[in-house]
């Protein structure tokens, strides 16, 4: 949504109030001035011919400036060509001043020569450097806004390669352990692969969108840990939440990276009872998500399990999602594994 600023300096319609506004300041100078040096020319016709003129020469010079030579010279850093012009301009101001004051000097002996001359120190800043600063401002300011577009459009395009990437991923897992159900000839197989559609549908729908409801997604975890217990028996998971959900909403699939590596190094063992303990707090507009896993007590050594491509993505997810606006943790003790993440969130209307 484009702010009063960013429409009045962008949008066409309002060229022409800019238009009005600098014609209007210059013909209110030239009028000043046409009523300051009236007693020293008697003529009526010699005043309003000599003001006309100046106020056509350099109204066309303000114009010739921002139409020929800021689009030839200036915007393409021919700047020493640019000052060329722009001195070569002033010259042809100031002789054209002098000119028609010293004729008139004569006629009428005014004694102003030199004091007519010094409206050129009006003259100058208000048909080059007023003009130009309105130009050159509106030039940077949508500039600015093309960069942003430019960049959104950037970050939109990696956010849905990241995005691609959860499913095939998650896939992957989820194949893996029905492979192994099969093969031990399970009756739990077929409703690990029942479950397995149900995972795969709601990715298919949410992922395509900016936003999910947050009990939305806490069922989808649901859901996918239950499967996981499906698999094996030793294994236990909990689920709390503290604070109104219904109407929360958060970027889809983003917290499943944090599920997929909590199963993936807590694998299934008849010595102990392998858990996974979620917690959703909302505070003060921003999400605190908790996930502690256990871990083997013979840990597996050179792996670092704040690695892989579920939790690069997820990474890089908040890093364009949130730039400097979320707070990771990821722990890892002797006998649990610990992340905390705190996201702001939005609100369903």
Same mark, same amino acid.
């Given at each position: ?20 506004? #600098? ?17 020293? *020319? ?5 005043? +309003?011919?000599?003001?006309?003129? #100046? ?17 030839? /010279? ?9 000052? *060329? ?56 300011? @949508? ?28 896939? /992957? ?10 093969? @031990? ?64 909403? *958060? ?6 990276? #944090? ?21 959703? =707090? ?8 908790? =996930? ?41 003790? +002797? ?7 705190? +996201? ?6």
């Amino acid at each position: 949504m484009k702010t009063d600023l960013q429409i009045l300096l962008t949008d066409r319609k309002f060229r022409l109030y800019f238009h009005i506004a #600098f014609i209007a300041v210059y013909l209110a100078y030239t009028v000043y001035c046409a009523v300051f040096y009236k007693p020293f *020319i008697p003529d009526i016709r010699a005043s +309003i011919a000599l003001w006309s003129w #100046f106020l056509i020469l350099n109204i066309g010079l303000a114009y010739l400036n921002i139409y020929l030579l800021m689009p030839r /010279f200036l915007y393409r850093h021919y700047y020493i060509k640019y000052a *060329i012009c722009i001195a070569g301009m002033i010259v042809i101001m100031a002789m054209s001043l002098a000119w028609s004051v010293h004729i008139l000097d004569k006629l009428y002996r005014s004694g102003q020569y030199l004091s007519s001359l010094q409206s050129l120190k009006v003259q100058i800043p208000l048909t080059f450097a007023c003009p130009m600063a309105v130009v050159i401002f509106r030039r940077w300011h @949508t500039n600015e806004m093309r960069i942003k577009q430019l960049e959104n459009a950037t970050i939109q395009s990696e956010l849905e390669q990241l995005k691609k990437q959860i499913n095939p991923h998650f896939l /992957f897992n989820m194949l893996n352990n029905v492979i192994v159900l099969v093969k @031990t000839a399970s009756p739990d197989a077929s409703q690990v692969v029942l479950k397995l559609k149900d995972l795969l549908n709601y990715q298919l729908i949410e992922s395509a969108k900016d936003k999910t409801l947050l009990k939305d997604e806490i069922q989808f975890l649901n859901d996918f840990l239950n499967v996981e217990k499906i698999r094996r028996d030793s294994f236990e998971f909990t689920i709390e939440v503290e604070g109104e959900i219904d109407r929360v909403l *958060i970027p889809p699939l983003l917290l499943i990276p #944090f599920l997929e590596n909590a199963v993936k190094h807590n694998p299934a063992s008849e010595d102990y009872t392998s858990y996974v303990r979620i917690k959703f =707090c909302m505070k003060d507009g921003n999400l605190l998500f908790s =996930c502690i896993n256990s871990k083997p007590p013979i840990s597996q050594k050179d792996i670092n399990l704040s690695s892989g491509i579920g939790l690069a993505n997820i990474r890089r997810r908040l890093e364009l999602l949130y730039p400097e606006n979320h707070n990771l943790d990821i722990d890892s003790d +002797i006998d649990k594994y610990h992340v905390n993440l705190q +996201i702001p969130y939005s609100t369903k209307n």
